[in-house]
């Protein structure tokens, strides 16, 4: 009965799933009609997408799954994917000329809003210079000063090119240093397609239902202990079972990769405790939240400093870039300057210098975080009280740029909670904002992301094609 129940308020109806979906089929195809007759009616333009599936029917000829990162693709949601022309503010313009407002941001990089003119004006002025010296250059430097002095954990930084590099680059970082080879990572949490953290790694993995990645040898995971988010009483036992075998904690401080997720009271302190007292490395993975929960990332946020920390994302302004940091007697075993070997080539090019050091220039503003709070809140309270109102469980929260909402009443405090949400209704959602001209993050295990360049009236315009679509589904 609560089944049924639950069918009726929704407004799908109780039959048998092989009886339901034709019909469900078809009204969606009228619906999609009736929808199409009044746009013409009003003389809108009626939403197509035929350019992007021209598009990526050729990339399926010459690229895996015609992408180049799998969430792109659209598996989780079903539809076509959309392939993008331009970019500005807050805005995006697919192939086909539809407009959107983008809550993805690149996934997380453009939190100043897309081709900033400020920073847009600054690489031109640095592409006349040449792309890529191979060689140190003074904008290093400066973005490394603005990281040391934002960042409470990072007495000393190495800039790489993706996150994934920052991560590798600190695991074996924490390896090196404390002679262990062993870590904890947390169900749901991803760092990176490194094989050591490709263990219930959530993101992309969860996107495509893979438990794990074929490929990844046993012998690269077996020192790669999980405990689920949230559970200080799981990772005491880890430390209890494995007495000084462990390197490290390794986490995402907020979960962006199984949806958005916060840390309860006492969780992060209590891993801080734990990880002083089995002498072992406490390591934040900021790529997602560093720069946007706080400037000094989700450590000032929440007041609990990690002993490494990796970087990403908005730190290059939406220019390839990851970095890791940390305590200087732990930084000091990368070499040159210790035996730990790691080295890339385009490793602190100027262009993704000069994009970051303007970015965090812009951060620095008065009333920066107050603003992303703000209309963050407003866009996650509208969208859960449209929920109520059209009758849909859904359940979700913010910390200043950064959001999450899960087709289930929650409360979704790790990856297990999470994947209760109802994903087929999420797809039918996803599907039904873009045709109301909202971008949103392909998936329901992905946080999404504001920016600064977001206004009140996209928020507004956002909460009020929820509504009609939640009604409609």
């Known amino acids: 009965m609560a089944g049924a129940a639950a069918a009726v308020a929704s407004g ?13 089929a078809g009204r969606r195809a009228r619906a999609s009609v009736v929808r199409a007759a009044i746009s013409v009616e009003r003389g809108e333009k009626a ?31 079903g539809g076509q994917p959309i392939v993008f022309d331009s970019v500005k503010g807050s805005r995006m313009w697919d192939v086909d000329g539809n407009e959107y407002i983008d809550y993805v941001g690149s996934w ?13 004006a600054e690489l031109i ?27 409470p954990s990072v007495e000393m930084v190495r800039f790489v090119n993706s996150g994934t590099e920052a991560c ?9 240093f404390t002679g262990r080879e062993k870590i904890i990572k947390f169900k749901g949490c991803y760092h990176g397609h490194a094989d050591s953290f490709l263990v219930k790694a959530g993101s992309g993995v969860a996107t495509l239902g893979l438990p794990d990645s074929p490929g990844v040898p046993k012998g690269a995971t077996t020192e790669t202990l999980t405990a689920p988010y949230n559970d200080a ?17 390794f986490l995402e401080p907020v979960v962006g990769n199984a949806g958005f997720i916060t840390p309860q009271p006492g969780f992060l302190n209590a891993l801080r405790d734990l990880t002083k007292q089995n002498g072992a490395l406490l390591v934040f993975d900021e790529v997602m939240t560093g720069f946007r929960l706080a400037y000094g990332g989700a450590q000032e946020y929440f007041g609990i400093t990690p002993d490494v920390t990796t970087l990403g994302k908005i730190i290059g302004g939406g220019l390839p870039v990851g970095a890791y940091g940390g305590r200087r007697d732990i930084m000091e075993m990368v070499a040159p300057a210790g035996p730990m070997y790691q080295a890339g080539t385009l490793s602190g090019n100027p262009l993704a210098m000069t994009a970051g050091i303007h970015t965090l220039k812009r951060l620095t503003e008065p009333g920066t975080y107050e603003y992303l709070d703000k209309i963050t809140g407003d866009l996650v309270r509208g969208i859960l009280d449209a929920g109520a109102k059209t009758g849909h469980e859904m359940s979700g929260g913010h910390i200043r740029g950064m959001f999450g909402v899960f087709f289930t009443g929650g409360p979704v405090h790790n990856f297990g909670d999470a994947k209760k949400s109802d994903t087929e209704k999420f797809g039918r959602f996803y599907r039904g904002m873009l045709e109301e001209g909202v971008y949103l993050a392909p998936s329901q295990f992905e946080a999404g992301f504001t920016s600064l360049a977001h206004t009140p009236q996209d928020i507004e315009k ?12």
């Open 12 to 24: 799908i109806s109780a039959r048998p799933a092989a009886l339901r979906r034709p019909a469900l």
């Open 47 to 77: 939403y197509t997408v035929q350019k992007s599936e021209e598009i990526f029917n050729a990339a399926k000829e010459m690229m895996p799954g015609g992408v180049n990162s799998p969430v792109r693709a659209f598996k989780s949601v």
């Open 168 to 176: 590798m680059g600190a695991l074996r970082l924490v390896r090196a």
């Open 125 to 151: 002025e640095t592409l006349k210079k040449g792309t890529s010296f191979g060689a140190p250059c003074v904008l290093e430097n400066v973005l490394a000063e603005m990281v040391i002095s934002a960042v």
């Open 233 to 249: 009483e799981a990772v005491k036992k880890l430390f209890d079972d494995n007495k000084g075998d462990i390197a490290a904690v």
């Open 462 to 473: 956002t909460v009020d094609a929820a509504e009609k679509v939640l009604k409609r589904i």
């Open 108 to 120: 997380g990089p453009a939190i100043i809003g897309h081709a900033d003119d400020k920073v847009i």
